[in-house]
């Protein structure tokens, strides 16, 4: 029996990197955009992603929770110029992306794998570090191997060898975009150059891969058991096409699997929620929390492993080592050595991501750095200081010797 969808989406997560003095200036662009509008979170709004996250974690996410009307009304009111400026000091700005509205389809061809964009977020870290985050609905299929293939080759859209031959059965459902190419233009126009992404190492022709999906509930009940589907699941986790024509390396894998109907899975490409329709919650509040407090969960882990990469090249390159010093110790008070969340499946999966991102070799990698860093800089700073004392002996010793000679 083939496995049919009831409800889906994926987002594609591309990490960047603005140079930290042209941060405020790239806000200024976001702010100019007339697409682009500044997201302001609220209490009675996004109250599940105020108690979801701790303290601390979403002061740093979410600083506009602590505005009040009237301080968000006199941000309003400010020139873009010092708007920009003041944004630019929070920890994390967040910004929404309207494209032009869908159209109902191609009327040329009607073969091949149809999607929709109906949200895009810019996430962007005072740090320069920012994700572009793009969510997709396949259209018009409830095929669960066309959202394997989707996932397979829309990640890998953004390759400089990509042409619209090696994308040819994936179709566009908004006016926006023409084709392939013209997506990789508005891609390259909202995130700018590359060349501080390469710095870091960061892939910057492949998407994180962040995707929900609830299968129909025919393909697993209490009398289909999970087994029978494994093989379709393994593929889903690890973004492979719904044949066999790729091998998956066998990288560390994490899932979380507390529910009867439900996993969560991480690998180093990306996260997965696979799911059945025969628990109703699969498909009312679980699509809501996984693109909201998860997904950011998510970003925060990811933006934890750019930033001990960032750290780590400018302890190596010897880069303004005293603020690289005091940015890696704030980090660690505010992020590292705190909780991102109180709540257990929250919590366990942050875990499992440090995990599978390697992100406490990373930390400790980066510590012992800073370790040895801090080490020879005390053992110079002493140096100085015996010289300076050796310099004041010599000089008294001078003195004492001038006083002989003149009162003899």
Not at 14 to 27: A, N, R
Not at 160 to 175: G, H, M, P, S
Not at 193 to 222: G, H, M
Not at 289 to 305: G, R, V
Request: aromatic share 16%; with cysteine.
């Amino acid at each position: 029996m083939e496995l049919k969808t009831k409800y889906q989406y994926t987002y594609f997560i591309y990490p960047f990197v603005i140079k930290e003095s042209k941060y405020t200036k790239y806000l200024l662009k976001l702010l100019k955009d007339e697409n682009c509008k500044l997201r302001i979170f609220r209490k009675d709004k996004d109250l599940d992603l105020y108690s979801y996250f701790s303290h601390r974690a979403r002061n740093y996410m979410f600083s506009s929770f602590n505005l009040s009307k009237t301080k968000l009304a006199k941000l309003e009111e400010l020139p873009l110029d010092t708007k920009a400026a003041i944004l630019a000091k929070n920890p994390c700005t967040i910004f929404e992306y309207t494209i032009k509205k869908d159209i109902q389809g191609k009327t040329a061809e009607r073969n091949g794998i149809f999607f929709k964009i109906p949200k895009i977020e810019i996430i962007c870290f005072n740090t320069g570090i920012c994700f572009l985050c793009i969510k997709t609905n396949i259209e018009e299929s409830d095929k669960f191997s066309d959202l394997l293939n989707f996932n397979y080759k829309f990640r890998d859209i953004n390759q400089e060898f990509a042409n619209l031959n090696n994308y040819d059965n994936i179709r566009v459902q908004t006016d926006y975009f023409d084709d392939v190419k013209s997506f990789k233009e508005f891609i390259e126009d909202l995130t700018g150059p590359t060349a501080e992404s390469i710095k870091l190492e960061i892939d910057t022709e492949r998407f994180f891969t962040y995707s929900y999906v609830c299968i129909d509930q025919e393909n697993w009940n209490n009398t289909n058991e999970f087994d029978k589907i494994r093989n379709s699941y393994i593929k889903y986790l690890n973004i492979l096409p719904s044949d066999n024509s790729v091998n998956f390396s066998k990288d560390e894998m994490k899932v979380i699997s507390k529910w009867n109907y439900a996993k969560l899975g991480m690998t180093k490409q990306g996260v997965t929620l696979f799911s059945s329709s025969c628990d109703m919650n699969n498909f009312t509040v679980f699509p809501q929390e996984f693109q909201q407090q998860y997904l950011y969960t998510y970003i925060l882990a990811l933006y934890t492993k750019i930033y001990l990469k960032k750290i780590n090249l400018e302890f190596k390159q010897g880069i303004q080592l005293k603020k690289t010093r005091k940015e890696f110790i704030k980090f660690t008070e505010t992020l590292w050595i705190n909780e991102v969340t109180l709540q257990d499946t929250g919590s366990l999966f942050n875990q499992y991501l440090k995990d599978v991102l390697e992100l406490k070799n990373m930390y400790f990698d980066t510590k012992n750095k800073y370790d040895i860093l801090y080490k020879e800089m005390n053992i110079e700073k002493s140096a100085k200081n015996n010289a300076f004392i050796v310099l004041l002996l010599l000089a008294a010793v001078a003195m004492n010797i001038i006083n002989i000679l003149f009162f003899r």
